[in-house]
């Protein structure tokens, strides 16, 4: 519900708290009188006016997504920002910039069972659940079809927002954030973390899905990417731990089409072209990537 946000949001538009005795758990208005409302699905948008100049992810690429994180191939991801996370406080409010569907956020939030199953099942499974209760987050993504799925989770006020444009959070409100595969406002993620948060970001290795892209139209991934990362957050943030996660993938040709589809190539080549790109037979692949951990000074 919104309501559990009130404290972590900030109004868009004049950067004012918000009104308590008229926002409401679908319904936010801030001290000037600016009020947003929550879509059917739970979601509010901030971007009005001029919106953004990005593409957000289509209904078609946020449906392969939710098919190929379901399915449990980027478990052990989830899994590690899950631990990394693990001795931050039990209320602790979190912030999962580039949410997507959840997926991520809902094993950081204790839900049970986001390996195996959607996001749906998770938050309607995880109504009751102690953990749930205990820690909240915001989740931004672009795309209004991702934040269809994450508003049904727990605990989590669903935002859609460009993460490049300055973030519509307090400062210093969360304790942590989340960043999976997502561009990276350092400035903005230094303003609204505690000191002593943690700033939690995955980023691929050279060498993730390799093996397949001289097939698929995969990026290729430069070198340095989390020294990179640490080199830019050195005025804000200090390391504390750097994970390389590598395991192996044995994708059907609908999982391998999903892979794709998620992902940027999914704006401009359609299913048709990818599905006979991919061919008929499990293809096998390594996910290599890196958890970068950081603690705000």
């Known amino acids: 519900m919104l309501t559990d946000a009130l404290d972590l949001l900030i109004c868009p538009h004049c950067g004012t708290d918000w009104d308590p005795e008229a926002s409401g758990p679908r319904t936010l208005v801030c001290a000037e009188g600016h009020r ?43 899994e590690a920002l899950a631990e990394a996370c693990g001795p931050l406080r039990e209320d602790a409010a979190l912030l999962d910039a580039g949410a997507g569907t959840g997926y991520y956020l809902a094993a950081v939030l204790g839900l049970r069972g986001t390996a195996a199953v959607g996001t749906a099942a998770v938050g309607a499974a995880a109504v009751g659940s102690a953990d749930a209760r205990r820690r909240r987050a915001v989740a931004l993504d672009l795309s209004p079809h991702a934040l269809r799925r994450a508003a049904r989770l727990p605990g989590v006020a669903a935002i859609v927002w460009d993460l490049w444009r300055p973030l519509p959070l307090a400062a210093a409100s969360v304790d942590g954030v989340l960043d999976v595969f997502s561009p990276r406002n350092l400035p903005e993620f230094a303003r609204v973390t505690r000191r002593g948060g943690l700033l939690c970001v995955v980023t691929p290795l050279p060498g993730h899905l390799a093996e397949l892209r001289e097939r698929l139209p995969l990026l290729s991934v430069p070198e340095g990417k989390a020294e990179a990362l640490e080199h830019a957050a050195s005025n804000d943030y200090e390391p504390v731990s ?27 080549t359609d299913r048709g072209e990818l599905e006979r790109l991919v061919g008929g037979e499990t293809l096998n692949a390594t996910a290599a990537v890196e958890l970068s951990v950081l603690r705000r000074r």
């Open 36 to 78: 947003y409302d929550a879509a059917r699905q739970g979601y509010v948008s901030f971007l009005t006016g001029r919106g953004t100049g990005f593409t957000p992810d289509t209904a078609e690429m946020v449906a392969a997504r939710d098919r190929f994180l379901t399915a449990g191939h980027y478990a052990p991801i989830a």
């Open 242 to 268: 750097r994970v390389p996660l590598e395991f192996p993938l044995a994708l059907s040709p609908g999982a391998a089409a999903d892979l794709v589809q998620m992902g940027p190539a999914g704006h401009h």
